[in-house]
T-cell receptor
């Protein structure tokens, strides 16, 4: 298993540009998450999904959109990039039936908006 | 609301000496608690988790943590530091609800001197 993979690893965007951060997991996990990590801070939840076709907002969803058309993929869309979106983005997945299960994280995408 | 406070932003130890990374939590119910480690430019890896079983939890790479309800603490320890332990460590509490949301502390950077 490759686990959770993310592309690209690093990207520079100009203000107002758009891009999609890709996330794929091959563990057949039902839950998937997007977090952002700002310098000196812990991770904050942007969006999450409990299964294909179902998504919901986390703590900091403004400026982002997601979709979940398959179990494996959970892309994160930035429509109008702003400097405040400069961050490291982590995708995670877990298999939850009842109770809390371990989240598995991808290696991250480092985004710089200039 | 659930929260975690990591009491030290940076801890420096010498190789072979004990490691103590401190974490206090706040939760309105019996929490699930985790420690994750992040090596430079890498994703997060689960070290250990507490889910209301034994209060002393053993994790990977010789780390362990003790859940103390009376002190609302979940400190991470290791008897003897190794150079490869140098990384950022995050204390994490379950956010509650059905989505498996995690609430991250701001992190403690561990430096290990030879």
């Amino acid at each position: 298993n490759a686990g959770v993979t993310q592309t690209p690893k690093f990207r520079i965007l100009k203000i107002g540009q758009s891009m999609t951060l890709q996330c794929t997991q091959d563990m057949n996990h039902n839950y998937m998450y997007w977090y952002r990590q700002d310098p000196g801070m812990g991770l904050k939840l942007i969006y999450y999904s409990v299964g294909a076709g179902i998504t919901d907002k986390g703590e900091v969803p403004n400026g982002y959109n997601v979709s979940r058309s398959t179990t494996e993929d959970f892309p994160l869309r930035l429509e109008l990039a702003a400097p405040s979106q400069t961050s490291v983005y982590f995708c995670a997945s877990s298999y939850i039936t009842s109770g809390l299960e371990t989240q598995y994280f991808g290696p991250g995408t480092r985004l710089l908006v200039l | 609301a659930q929260s975690v406070t990591q009491l030290d932003s940076h801890v420096s130890v010498s190789e072979g000496t004990p490691v103590l990374l401190r974490c206090n939590y706040s939760s309105s119910y019996s929490p699930s608690l985790f420690w994750y480690v992040q090596h430079p430019n890498k994703g997060l890896q689960l070290l250990l988790k507490y889910t209301s079983a034994a209060t002393l939890v053993k994790g990977i790479n010789g780390f362990e943590a003790e859940f103390k309800k009376s002190e609302t603490s979940f400190h991470l320890t290791k008897p003897s530091a190794h150079m490869s332990d140098a990384a950022e460590y995050f204390c994490v509490v379950s956010g509650g609800g059905s989505q498996g949301n995690l609430i991250f502390g701001k992190g403690t950077k561990l430096s290990v001197k030879p």
